[in-house]
């Protein structure tokens, strides 16, 4: 998923093993891309990497959006739990009464075979499962882990594509062409 320098992925390693692999590998720079932590968490390893001797960097948003070609409504929230799919359900209902086709983009669920699911579509009740609010209200659902991918293929939706409402879970990786 990381593209031809990376054939198998790129390794993940322990957390608990950082300060050893920043020394072992004569690491310069360590790029934070996780999300769902407090900053205190995020605080304590720019001070565990420095202290290691390596740089530490948050990517900002130059980095890290994609452009889209249609307008984009997202709606993120800083940890699980803060009611974000009720919000993003009624987003596209008030969009839907406008006349807009919506198409939704999710972050994956968890667990599966990842590169299987690099781009999902989701409008059928035999698909549903997790995504079940979205397509009991005909919504088309894309999800997957190939971020930029399931842009494009939403934009170009069979059914057709007005607005993408991206329902981003945690994650920092967000469209720029926000309305």
């Known amino acids: 998923m ?22 072992e590998k004569n690491v310069h720079d360590c790029v934070f891309s996780y999300s769902d932590v407090n900053y205190q968490h995020v605080m304590r390893l720019s001070s565990i990497v420095n202290a290691a001797g390596a740089n530490f960097t948050l990517l900002g948003p130059n980095e890290t959006m994609l452009k889209s070609t249609k307008p984009v409504i997202a709606v993120v929230a800083t940890h699980t739990g803060c009611s974000k799919s009720q919000t993003s359900r009624k987003v596209i209902e008030y969009l839907m009464g406008l006349g807009l086709k919506v198409v939704a983009v999710r972050h994956p669920m968890p667990y599966g075979d990842l590169v299987a699911q690099k781009v999902q579509r989701f409008a059928t009740v035999e698909e549903m499962e997790e995504y079940e609010p979205h397509v009991v209200r005909s919504n088309v659902i894309y999800a997957g882990v190939d971020y930029e991918a399931i842009l494009r293929e939403a934009e170009k939706d069979p059914s057709g594509c007005d607005v993408i409402l991206w329902d981003g879970g945690n994650t920092t990786l967000l469209p720029s062409n926000p309305i």
Do not use: D, T
Not at 2 to 23: D, R, W
């Open 2 to 23: 990381a593209g031809k320098l990376y054939p198998n992925g790129i390794p993940i390693e322990a957390e608990k093993n950082l300060v050893k692999i920043i020394k």
